[in-house]
């Protein structure tokens, strides 16, 4: 069993930074960042392992977002450069055996925060 607790969403600007935190209660899984708008389905945005060896992102992210991990502090974070109005979503951050793209692959999932990016 693994809590997960999003903070950090807000409105910003296009062009502007917002930066995500995910708390976790347990630290050894491999952590993903998915994002949901209204009328469109969950889409992968970002993951990283356990060790924060390996990460891995949506083509519409790479190069804008970064996600990293604190284990000590058992923290996942999700920076979010160049926001651009079509980044707006409810953004989830999730825990699983494996990082991987797909929502199946993760059984632990945050209650998500909102992040707005207007014109």
């Known amino acids: 069993q693994v809590a997960l607790v999003e903070s950090g969403g807000g409105l910003v600007q296009a062009g502007g930074s917002l930066r995500l935190s995910c708390a976790a209660s347990?630290?050894?899984?491999?952590m993903g960042w998915f994002r949901q708008a209204p009328g469109k389905e969950r889409e992968f945005v970002a993951d990283i392992n356990w060790s924060a060896s390996y990460m891995d992102y949506a083509d519409s992210v790479k190069g804008r977002f970064t996600i990293s991990r604190d284990n000590v502090m058992g923290m996942v974070y999700l920076q979010m450069n160049s926001l651009k109005p079509e980044d707006t979503a409810v953004y989830y951050c999730?825990?699983?055996?494996?990082?991987?793209?797909?929502?199946?692959?993760?059984?632990?999932w945050g209650q998500g925060t909102q992040v707005t990016v207007s014109s």
């Open positions: 999730a825990a699983g055996g494996t990082m991987a793209r797909e929502m199946r692959r993760y059984n632990y």
């Open positions: 347990e630290r050894s899984y491999a």
